[in-house]
């Protein structure tokens, strides 16, 4: 070893000089290499930091502004029209457009969309809100529902947020044929996504450490499990009811960097193809199956 030691200083003046240059900044270039990954691997944690619907949602903050904005366009969620209110639904329907030109309608319906563009910044305060006795309409319906009051509208304001639905996904009307051919009311409005958690607010608390995205993941899973249990009468209505809000959750998984986009694609085409293979059979079967 002594030998090759020696060897090796007698004819370094052989060696190409860019290798020693190498050699003795090696101690410099590997704490810069170390450095610089440390550097890239806490820009992207801030990036995702700043992105509100990625932070968990007690870390949420909101500026000042932000709250005033929100607060107001709670109240704004208040319906009087004319400068007076009625309990009667025919009365109601009476002095009401379908067509909702009225203003007072409009004011409601901007406000309670507002609400929603704010996404999860607004969730708290609608918590805040839900004991609101003021007149409001009756949502998710609007007009049609009657009238009802501003902790009703806050209610579907934070579920039509967390169970966002695709526009694939066909829920209209108050019922729908499920397995066998029965008459089932819809699964999205029958059923309560905050049940199981004794209300709202303890769901909040339950998932306060999943951020807007995982929450949404949430709601969709909930509301998939309900429309698996009603099932479907024909195969068909797997592209109605089932499938869209499959591939909405893997969506949202896809904006959470998991690696969905295979099976998205394989379902989004699937869709576009009404492929029936891929209907389970399960979801007509007469009688629903256990469900996870």
């Known amino acids: 070893m002594f030998r090759c030691v020696i060897w090796a200083a007698k004819f370094s003046h052989q060696f190409p000089r860019p290798f020693f240059d190498f050699w003795r900044l090696r101690s410099i270039l590997i704490p810069l290499t170390l450095g610089f990954i440390a550097f890239i691997l806490v820009a992207l944690s801030a990036d995702e930091a700043s992105d509100p619907l990625k932070v968990q949602y007690l870390e949420i903050r909101l500026t000042h502004a932000e709250q005033q904005e929100i607060t107001k366009l709670i109240d704004l969620l208040e319906f009087v029209s004319n400068g007076k209110e009625s309990d009667s639904f025919d009365e109601l329907i009476a002095e009401y457009p379908y067509d909702g030109s009225d203003a007072a309608y409009q004011k409601v319906q901007n406000a309670y969309q507002k609400l929603k563009d704010y996404q999860v910044k607004s969730l708290p305060l609608l918590v805040q809100h839900l004991k609101d006795n003021r007149s409001s309409l009756s ?91 009603v099932g479907i009468p024909k195969a068909e209505s797997y592209f109605l009811h089932i499938l869209p809000l499959e591939i909405q959750i893997l969506r949202k998984q896809k904006l959470m960097g998991l690696p969905v986009d295979e099976a998205l694609k394989h379902l989004e085409q699937a869709l576009r193809e009404r492929d029936l293979s891929i209907v389970p059979k399960d979801l007509l079967a007469d009688e629903p199956q256990e469900l996870p």
């Open 139 to 229: 949502f998710p319906y609007g007009a049609m529902g009657g009238r009802s009051t501003v902790g009703n509208a806050c209610y579907w304001n934070i579920y039509s947020q967390l169970v966002d639905l695709p526009e694939e996904y066909s829920w209209h009307g108050y019922s729908r044929l499920g397995r066998g051919g029965k008459i089932y009311r819809q699964p999205r409005d029958c059923a309560n996504l905050f049940d199981h958690a004794s209300g709202i607010d303890q769901w909040f608390k339950q998932n306060s450490d999943l951020c807007y995205i995982e929450m949404q993941i949430q709601g969709l899973k909930w509301l998939l499990t309900a429309e698996k249990k």
